[in-house]
């Protein structure tokens, strides 16, 4: 994981967004909420296929990514933190990594390879909590974290709009990013198992 390292420099971006959020006299669990929702626009835009709605998936992407650091900032600021709202924003979170790999495999057509992507992603995330819920603790090693993979996607939205035609071997750059997920994100879940196993 990279970008889950300068998690605290996006903390200190955060003070405005966490005050409007808490004008408006929303909840961490409403934001969740909110977040989800922009993330499936997201994927559904992913599907279209087109330039302007690459662009506006990425777009929706992106901001999912920061509205999932504003609730849990919020949390902080309201003191509200709750197992009720982590599981929320988990399950919300897997929900929504299914809805952009989804969109995308259905925008260029590669339903093999996104299964293999979706299931890649999931059984990382699962390994983690599993192994948490055996009592190692709560696991996030690995190459990509959510954070790397949303801001990889939200890339791949804008290369997307911009060059959607085939660039390698007669895949296109949604293509690679799909099977950088199902490759990764296996060998990630293999990693963690491992390592979990060890320290039984």
């Not at 390994?127 to 974290?145: C, D, F, K, P």
Request: one cysteine or more; aromatic letters at 8%.
């Amino acid at each position: 994981m990279t970008l889950d390292r300068y998690r605290s420099v996006a903390d200190r971006l955060l003070g405005p967004w966490v005050t409007a959020a808490a004008k408006l006299g929303l909840s961490p669990d409403q934001v969740s909420v909110v977040a989800f929702g922009i993330t499936v626009a997201g994927g559904g835009a992913f599907a279209v296929g087109t330039a302007a709605f690459y662009a506006a998936g990425a777009a929706c992407v992106l901001l999912n990514g920061w509205l999932d650091l504003v609730d849990a900032a919020l949390a902080r600021r309201l003191d509200v933190a709750s197992d009720g709202g982590d599981l929320l924003d988990h399950v919300l979170d897997r929900y929504a990594d299914i809805a952009i790999i989804a969109g995308f495999t259905a925008g260029v057509d590669a339903y093999a390879l996104g299964f293999l992507a979706v299931t890649g992603v999931l059984m990382t995330s699962y390994m983690g909590t599993q192994i948490q819920a055996v009592g190692i603790g709560r696991e996030y090693g690995g190459l990509l974290g959510r954070a790397d993979r949303l801001a990889l996607m939200g890339v791949v939205g804008l290369v997307a709009a911009v060059y959607p035609a085939p660039i390698v071997a007669g895949y296109s750059v949604v293509d690679l990013l799909l099977a950088l997920f199902a490759a990764v994100g296996h060998l990630t879940a293999v990693q963690r198992f491992l390592g979990a196993w060890r320290d039984l």
